[in-house]
């Protein structure tokens, strides 16, 4: 009989196994017929999705372990049962995954917001007015007196030197003229104002130390860097 018995240790189950699989490989390969009627459908659905429940003492177990016909369909529908679990299984992963990736971005997006409402309230204004401003680049000496920005996080307006065209500009705090050690850096579109051009980012700047710095600007376009002397107090 295929049913598993209650009370059986692991040695004993795999050997139940073992002959349940016998017997039905006879069932099959002898292709017999029991005397009787066949259980309906309804039954052998029973005995292949909850076998546990079934009593052994039913005849129609009896008849459908014996029977060829009965132990087609019930193999049928084992293995119909166990494709649905499969897919089951697969699908409720599949949403179980999905639904932790939404989590994930849904709170990385509040901490986010949250981040950005608090940087709103606790960053010191600052304007920098470079539209009569000289720039240089590397090593070529500037018109420009020095920008002072406190060590804090800044919300830093930058009027752009006179011509400046439209477009996103990155607005970078580094220790030299060739941009390589950069403490701060953020991006953000220019705004026209009347005939000039100003962009606004957030510089966090607390962990500079007091001391000479460099304060650079560079259009998207043109990704040529402008440098001028910025003294962090």
Not at 101 to 130: C, D, H, K, S, Y
Not at 155 to 178: E, F, N
Request: proline content about 4%; aromatic content about 6%; overall charge positive.
């Amino acid at each position: 009989m295929w049913l598993k018995l209650p009370g059986l240790s692991r040695s004993e189950d795999r050997f139940e196994t073992w002959i349940a699989q016998r017997h039905q490989e006879h069932v099959l390969a002898e292709r017999e017929i029991s005397a009787g009627p066949c259980p309906d459908e309804s039954f052998l659905k029973s005995l292949a999705t909850k076998s546990r429940r079934i009593q052994l003492s039913d005849p129609r177990v009896n008849h459908a372990a014996n029977c060829h016909v009965c132990m087609t369909r019930l193999m049928e529908l084992r293995r119909e049962t166990h494709s649905r679990r499969r897919r089951l299984v697969l699908t409720v992963a599949v949403a179980s995954c999905l639904l932790v990736a939404v989590v994930f971005v849904m709170l990385g997006r509040r901490r986010a917001r949250t981040q950005n409402q608090m940087a709103e309230v606790a960053a010191i204004p600052q304007t920098v007015n470079l539209w009569n401003a000289g720039t240089f680049r590397g090593d070529q000496p500037s018109r420009l007196k020095t920008v002072l920005l406190p060590a804090a996080l800044v919300k830093l307006t930058i009027i752009l030197p006179r011509y400046s065209g439209a477009g996103r500009y990155d607005v970078a705090v580094t220790r030299d003229q060739a941009g390589q050690d950069i403490l701060a850096h953020a991006s953000s579109m220019a705004i026209g104002s009347g005939d000039r051009e100003q962009v606004s980012v957030y510089l966090d700047l607390r962990k500079s130390r007091p001391g000479s710095y460099f304060l650079s600007t560079t259009h998207e376009q043109d990704q040529a860097s402008y440098y001028y002397s910025l003294q962090i107090r």
